[in-house]
């Protein structure tokens, strides 16, 4: 099946490519490569994987200019007989194909990202009804797997550090759809600031690039909608 | 929180500002190509344009919406491309949309006074 060469970004903000050829084998992922490389010919090589199976979002990279998961890219579906894979772009870089999560889950915290329970403990279930309009809104967004692709995607992010990027903000509209939080008026107007979901030009490069095939771009549509609500009612 | 709803509020004005655009401009260019068919001159635009009424509502309605319009949209291209923002940037940005407002109303008051 012959090799295929692989050119692999080594160091941190300062480096310079590597190129490897690694031999190609059926259904054969850009994970497998990065792990062909790193346990048969360079073990210093610093990557970052987990599940394996697209579940974890830890593998996520820049495969030919585009952040992908790796571990569900399949090298028969890119062109080419060079491959150039590096860290996630607008994240700092640890070493090599490993980018800093730091600073992204620090927006998901900043934007409120986390469940805040009403119920006292010891209370019965909460029933939500899936086909409510709420529970239909959380629902279309609430399988991401915080894996930073659409943040590596996103211009905004590249061009405005302090925005919060897709990912915080989808997390943030599918808990504003939950009945059962009780955080919603902090969580708007974390969400409502300057670096928030305003911010975002509705580009959609978070759309065409999320592996789970969620669209970030409505959840903040939704925010937008929802903040200027708030202000109306004089509640922001 | 203000700072939130001064955000909340500068986006929707935008937004709010960009329909009136899209409909002024629309009238705009319409009636130009409208009017030039047979060729116009200047003495002849302002006979038709002086004592109107309508025309001036119109063209500062026009005005209004660009000096709302052009400063916001500027914040933003002004934070994303040189990284400037904050309070001095918004007082600066208030004072352009002043300048594009006092000279635009000028204009209009040129052409119907």
Redesign the interface.
């Known amino acids: 099946m012959g090799t295929i060469e692989v050119r692999v970004w080594r160091g941190t903000a300062e480096g310079s490519y590597q190129s490897f050829a690694v031999p190609r084998r059926a259904n054969q992922t850009v994970l497998d490569l990065v792990t062909y490389i790193q346990r048969t010919l360079d073990p210093t090589l610093a990557y970052r994987f987990a599940c394996r199976v697209g579940m974890c979002g830890s593998c996520a990279m820049t495969v030919n200019g585009k952040p992908r998961w790796t571990c569900r890219t399949h090298v028969a579906r890119l062109d080419g007989d060079v491959m150039t894979i590096e860290p996630l772009k607008n994240l700092p870089v640890v070493k090599d194909l490993v980018a800093d999560l730091a600073p992204f889950f620090d927006k998901w915290a900043k934007a409120e990202g986390s469940f805040k329970p009403t119920a006292a403990p010891g209370s019965d279930f909460v029933v939500v009804k899936p086909d409510t309009a709420a529970r239909v809104a959380a629902d279309a967004g609430i399988e991401c797997i915080g894996c930073a692709v659409c943040y590596s995607a996103c211009d905004?992010a590249a061009?405005?550090p302090d925005y919060l990027g897709p990912a915080a903000l989808n997390r943030a509209w599918t808990l504003q759809n939950d009945v059962r939080d009780g955080g919603k008026a902090a969580r708007l107007?974390a969400v409502?600031?300057?670096a928030?979901c305003?911010?975002c030009h509705t580009q959609q490069s978070c759309r065409a690039h999320c592996p789970k095939g969620l669209n970030p771009s409505a959840a903040i549509a939704g925010l937008?909608r929802a903040?200027?609500g708030?202000?109306l009612k004089g509640e922001? | 929180m203000r700072r939130t709803r001064f955000e909340v509020a500068l986006w929707a004005l935008q937004r709010a500002s960009a329909a009136v655009l899209a409909l002024c401009v629309t009238a705009h260019l319409a009636t130009n190509i409208y009017a030039v068919q047979g060729g116009l001159s200047a003495a002849e635009i302002l006979g038709r344009t002086r004592g109107s009424v309508g025309l001036a509502l119109f063209y500062g309605l026009f005005v209004a919406a660009v000096a709302v319009h052009a400063p916001i949209g500027l914040r933003t291209v002004l934070r994303e491309t040189l990284g400037w923002h904050g309070r001095a940037t918004d007082a600066a940005l208030a004072a352009f949309a002043l300048f594009l407002a006092w000279f635009g109303w000028r204009a209009v008051a040129g052409l119907v006074a």
């Open positions: 905004v061009w405005n107007s409502a600031g300057d928030g305003h911010a937008k903040a200027l708030a202000l922001l």
